[in-house]
Nanobody, 121 residues
Framework: QVQLVESGGGLVQAGGSLRLSCVASGSIFSIYNMGWYRQAPGKQRELVALITRGGTTNYTDSVKGRFTISRDNAKNTVYLQMNSLKPEDTAVYYC???????????????WGQGTQVTVSS
């Protein structure tokens, strides 16, 4: 079994900051990509930021310059520092990981349960 557990969501005023964390645990052999997606009401889930095991990052255009993704490979943890938050950032944020489980040879995608981020104007 593998679990991804997010923390750090909440309510913040526009212009404020939040830091999301996500820890992957369980029978993990190796983690490749980790990242964050979000889904606002009535909209499709979209990629926010992605980071490879080597530290290469990718961001959706709307968060570039405001959000920073990072990871601690020793702790199987990914972070999302969100600054200058806007009301349009309001969504449920989901942690994502592409990994190989112990005794299994294929990469599989796993998701967290989601954490709500609400930005008030």
């Amino acid at each position: 079994q593998v679990q991804l557990v997010e923390s750090g969501g909440g309510l913040v005023q526009a212009g404020g900051s939040l830091r999301l964390s996500c820890v992957a645990s369980g029978s993990i052999f190796s983690i490749y990509n980790m990242g964050w997606y979000r889904q606002a009401p009535g909209k499709q889930r979209e990629l926010v930021a992605l980071i490879t095991r080597g530290g290469t990052t990718n961001y959706t255009d709307s968060v570039k310059g405001r959000f920073t993704i990072s990871r601690d490979n020793a702790k199987n943890t990914v972070y999302l520092q969100m600054n200058s938050l806007k009301p349009e950032d309001t969504a449920v944020y989901y942690c994502y990981s592409n990994l190989i489980r112990v005794l299994l040879g294929t990469k599989t995608d796993y998701w967290g349960q989601g954490t709500q981020v609400t930005v008030s104007s």
